[in-house]
């Protein structure tokens, strides 16, 4: 007897590209890149058009770069539900697995549609929570809870820490970096909504905090930094140290973007090669292999009274005319 | 810079084992089995009890073996509820991911909580396919395609073969051993329910047939059966020569028998240890690393429109007074 595990890529991906106020050219290769490492045979990407119905030059440049096979130009339900049943008409199959974040109306289309193919996750608003004491640079820590901001009031940016004098040093810079910058009215929007710097009473309990929120991204700047990332079991993508600022992460450093959110760190982490196959179960049983495990298979099938299941091994063993 | 992708188990994971009408020890034990293996803190585990409010004494066994450390008495919505919130008066934590077969309520309610919690894959009807020629047994393929009628009339058992000389063998087996069942009402409507026997033109069209429908069980009893076994690409678990049956994946041959049902094994296979636990991605980045990347890190930032995600990598570089 023998079990063997037997990896196989997906034959179809589809791939989210968010778009239509902004393109963001660097979440299509997150979400193809993996693909073509992985071997996916065919991968369609859709994203909406712009305002003018043009479609980002260097959203398109980055599709070339990653070979992608079908470009559908659509957002919202409809370019899920394109991906995920297909486009009979125009010669383009259905998926086996859809990828890749989006807005509300994407992620409720992509659970209408969990069982026609696979998903990754339910994308939430993104997050960002740092952890920080007074070894950390209140300079670093308030532009990265301002770049989390960028995205809207509907992301968290929370400031971690049990040192009240660092915790106001931030706001101070924090108002400081906000009167010189780009996108003031959105930034000031979302720094509006909710709680942003939790004073905590110390490490263990920050420790805690973090574990208990789980958050999408996680930036650690404090003192022993490795002892306390041992600790941290709960974060999508951690980012250790004063030169670790998550935009390295959203863009270079290698890890991927596509995170969990909304407490689902608790159970999944990045987006990945993967999620791009699957494992068969590949079981081969001779003769002697099968009388060898008969009594277990006939005793359990007996106890959950499934006498056809019985019979599937009996009758295998019996003499015949 | 240096990426870790850290592995961690789970905290908590809640297994639902179906129940009600009968009880499923082996159900229990292929959900909390890999959690053990994968290290998971805490597993809770759901299941209704029978009509006189009691619990089989075979689950409790199970149940015991595999230590669990929290069992809740409830079954359908309501037991997923439990597990995804949590029991706070009873103090029980919510768990991070629900995994286990159900009805279609306790599936449409693992689908709702999805977010909340992770889950595994939403559950339809079981399946079986043979793929079988004339070196098959017509008394074991028989046997076979009746243990998955036993499952209810929702659950299809086909047969797959290109040899009708054979294909009629199976049909005219397949009622001699219905005379003799122990489950007859059962097995009749279940096979009264939709096509039982599939006859295609040869080799090639059986497999893109599989292929095409992925199956959750796959038995193949063909000549040359490990060129054809090659070429299957879609199958949850798959058994291989004529002393494989689908019943001993159920039950004893080390395989998990919680499988993507629904064509979902196009994109997922087995629940296994994998899903008991998550990878973190961790970033180590110095300051001569993130100074590598930064032009990439700008380039992309400025293209995004995302200035605040460019300039929180600017300000670790510029001088201050």
């Not at 991968?43 to 305002?51: G, N, T």
């Not at 968290?156 to 924090?174: I, Q, Y």
């Not at 079981?283 to 292999?289: D, H, L, T, V």
């Not at 359990?300 to 499934?306: D, N």
Request: net charge negative; hydrophobic share 50%.
């Amino acid at each position: 007897m023998e079990i063997e595990r037997r990896w196989a890529p997906l034959a179809r991906v589809g791939v989210y590209a968010p778009g239509g106020s902004a393109a963001y050219p660097s979440s299509l290769l997150m979400g193809v890149v993996p693909a073509r490492v992985a071997g996916v045979g065919t991968v369609v990407v859709a994203s909406p058009a712009d305002a003018e119905g043009g479609l980002n030059q260097t959203l398109l440049g980055a599709a070339a770069l990653v070979a992608v096979d079908v470009f559908i130009v659509a957002g919202g339900a409809q370019a899920i539900g394109a991906m995920a049943y297909g486009l009979p008409v125009l010669g383009v199959a259905p998926v086996d697995r859809l990828v890749g974040p989006g807005n509300p109306w994407v992620t409720a289309a992509k659970l209408e549609v969990f069982g026609e193919c696979g998903i990754d996750l339910p994308a939430g608003p993104s997050e960002v929570m740092v952890v920080a004491d007074g070894t950390a640079d209140p300079v670093h820590v308030a532009a990265d809870l301002l770049s989390q901001a960028e995205h809207g009031p509907d992301s968290p940016a929370l400031l971690v820490t049990w040192d009240a004098v660092f915790a106001a040093a931030v706001e101070v810079e924090l108002g400081r970096q906000l009167a010189a910058a780009a996108r003031r009215d959105i930034l000031e929007r979302s720094l509006a909504k909710g709680a942003l710097i939790v004073l905590v009473p110390g490490r263990d309990a920050a420790v805690g905090f973090v574990n208990a929120y789980a958050p999408e991204h996680l930036s650690v700047v404090v003192d022993d930094v490795e002892e306390a990332v041992a600790r941290l079991s709960n974060a999508g993508s951690l980012f250790v140290g004063p030169y670790a600022p998550e935009s390295a992460g959203d863009y270079a450093s290698g890890a991927n973007h596509v995170l969990p959110t909304g407490g689902l760190a608790r159970s999944c982490g990045a987006l990945s090669t993967e999620d791009y196959g699957k494992f068969i179960q590949v079981q081969r049983i001779s003769r002697e292999g099968l009388a060898a495990i008969r009594d277990s298979v006939e005793s359990i099938a007996q106890a959950e009274g499934l006498i056809a299941h019985k019979r599937a091994v009996e009758v295998r063993f019996e003499a015949r005319p």
